[in-house]
């Protein structure tokens, strides 16, 4: 999300290189080529070549939402209750079922919060909104204005 953040905040509407986001985000260049590599593969972004080549994020920023990139990037991220591993689901005791579904819940809160939030949103919420080629511009007006008026609440920046 750091470096998804930096790019849709660093790009205004130019590829930019892996190791410039890297170094502003005190990341490991292998670990985003990466990830990059899956989100070009899913078709996120798209990469340029050459001098002036980087990445450029392919969608909307208000069409990507955390969690497409989550899991996109680390599938491991969404909790999920487990099944008995004897399979023995009768005998699992009152207790064990109220904490399984407790953590099912609680994970699609989670899961739905996730996809709530769009990179416009983390963009205009942290003040970062300063590209000249916003990709949403209607979009992240239209959330600033919201915020302003006290119609939507920030999500928690």
Same mark, same amino acid.
């Given at each position: 999300?750091?470096?998804?953040?930096?790019?849709?905040?660093?790009?205004?509407?130019?590829?930019?290189?892996?190791?410039?986001?890297?170094?502003?985000?005190?990341?490991?260049?292998?670990?985003?080529?990466?990830?990059?590599?899956?989100?070009?593969?899913?078709?996120?972004?798209?990469?340029?070549? =050459?001098?002036?080549?980087?990445?450029?994020? &392919?969608? @909307?920023?208000?069409?990507?939402? $955390?969690? +497409?990139?989550?899991?996109?990037?680390?599938?491991?991220?969404?909790?999920?209750?487990?099944?008995?591993?004897?399979?023995?689901?009768?005998?699992?005791?009152?207790?064990?079922?109220?904490?399984?579904?407790?953590?099912?819940?609680?994970?699609?809160?989670?899961?739905?919060?996730?996809?709530?939030?769009?990179?416009?949103?983390?963009?205009?919420?942290? =003040?970062?909104?300063?590209?000249?080629?916003? &990709?949403? @511009?209607?979009?992240?007006?239209? $959330?600033? +204005?919201?915020?302003?008026?006290?119609?939507?609440?920030?999500?928690?920046?």
């Amino acid at each position: 999300m750091q470096a998804l953040f930096d790019l849709a905040h660093h790009s205004h509407g130019q590829p930019v290189p892996l190791h410039l986001i890297a170094q502003r985000q005190d990341l490991s260049l292998p670990f985003l080529e990466q990830i990059f590599n899956k989100l070009k593969k899913a078709g996120l972004v798209t990469s340029v070549r =050459g001098p002036k080549g980087g990445y450029i994020i &392919t969608r @909307p920023c208000n069409e990507v939402s $955390v969690g +497409d990139v989550l899991r996109l990037t680390d599938s491991s991220f969404y909790a999920s209750a487990k099944d008995d591993p004897t399979g023995a689901k009768s005998a699992i005791q009152a207790d064990e079922k109220m904490n399984r579904l407790l953590w099912k819940q609680l994970s699609d809160h989670v899961t739905h919060f996730m996809d709530t939030v769009s990179l416009a949103d983390l963009c205009v919420e942290s =003040g970062s909104n300063a590209c000249p080629e916003c &990709t949403c @511009p209607t979009y992240t007006h239209e $959330v600033e +204005d919201q915020i302003k008026r006290g119609v939507r609440k920030p999500c928690g920046l």
